[in-house]
């Protein structure tokens, strides 16, 4: 679905339409709300499997594209604060009292962030694939602008662990790689006035406020952290646990883009969370 916001931030962003995929299901207010945040060069697809699950479950889904990604409007955010103001927007617009949170990568900052600007507005939090700092070589930063495929390939290079998906995924056996590097092609194409590659990057790599944000959640808090991941390594997360009230931590055997190589051991991990004070 389509919601109209109108920007908190005090920016001049216009009033702009967020896209939410709702797990199928309608949004319905009587329901608790989970908002699900891409991380870069992604967009609402990579939470598929987890959210059609939770949404017929007893959760409104919302699992967004960012401002300036995909079928969403407005201005991308060039800042992590950026991206958590839009978080908070699309609860005004919902009337959203308070909502549970989850973020991969990047999307997990967003989370971070928001969640402690506003922790009256969050009932849970989890983190997949985050770190603090989350840092981006000055390689990496500059292939973006300069050869956004070779980018491309080196990410997907050191975000997964396997080959193939597993067989309870989507589709056992699918090329991860090539399905991984098409949505960042697709996602990419989607703005031709923003590098969304770079302006994501430069957001995380430029993000110093983790643990001081870590420190102000007193909600329960869910490290979901990949094995083999590269890309945030799971011992780049410890700053952020040791500053977090009420954390769990779950590792799992897979890589950065863990969302689609180990799908039911995250979506697991995410209903054990959401069962606490429920």
């Not at 916001?5 to 702009?16: A, N």
């Not at 193939?164 to 056996?173: D, E, K, S, T, Y």
């Amino acid at each position: 679905m389509l919601v109209t916001l109108e920007s908190s931030s005090g920016g001049l962003q216009q009033p702009y339409s967020l896209y939410c995929y709702t797990g199928g299901k309608p949004f319905d207010p009587a329901k608790p709300s989970v908002v699900m945040v891409h991380g870069v060069l992604n967009d609402h697809s990579v939470w598929y499997w987890q959210s059609r699950h939770l949404a017929h479950q007893v959760w409104n889904v919302l699992a967004l594209d960012l401002p300036g990604h995909g079928k969403s409007g407005g201005i991308p955010p060039a800042s992590v604060e950026d991206g958590a103001a839009g978080v908070i927007d699309l609860l005004n617009a919902l009337n959203i009292n308070k909502a549970a949170l989850v973020g991969h990568s990047f999307g997990s900052l967003i989370c971070l962030e928001a969640a402690a600007q506003h922790p009256d507005r969050v009932s849970h939090l989890a983190l997949l694939g985050t770190a603090s700092p989350m840092r981006v070589s000055a390689a990496l930063l500059q292939a973006s602008v300069d050869a956004p495929e070779q980018a491309i390939a080196m990410v997907n290079q050191f975000s997964h662990a396997m080959l193939a998906l597993v067989p309870n995924a989507q589709a056992g056996g699918m090329w991860t790689y090539g399905a991984s590097r098409a949505l960042m092609r697709k996602t990419l194409a989607s703005n031709r006035s923003v590098n969304l590659f770079f302006t994501g990057f430069k957001a995380c790599d430029s993000y110093t406020k983790g643990e001081n944000a870590m420190a102000k959640v007193d909600c329960p808090t869910l490290f979901v952290l990949g094995a083999h991941d590269q890309m945030t390594p799971a011992k780049a997360a410890r700053p952020l646990i040791d500053k977090a009230m009420k954390a769990q931590t779950a590792i799992v055997n897979a890589g950065h883009a863990m969302l689609s190589e180990v799908p039911d051991d995250v979506l697991s991990a995410l209903k054990g969370l959401l069962r606490v004070g429920r």
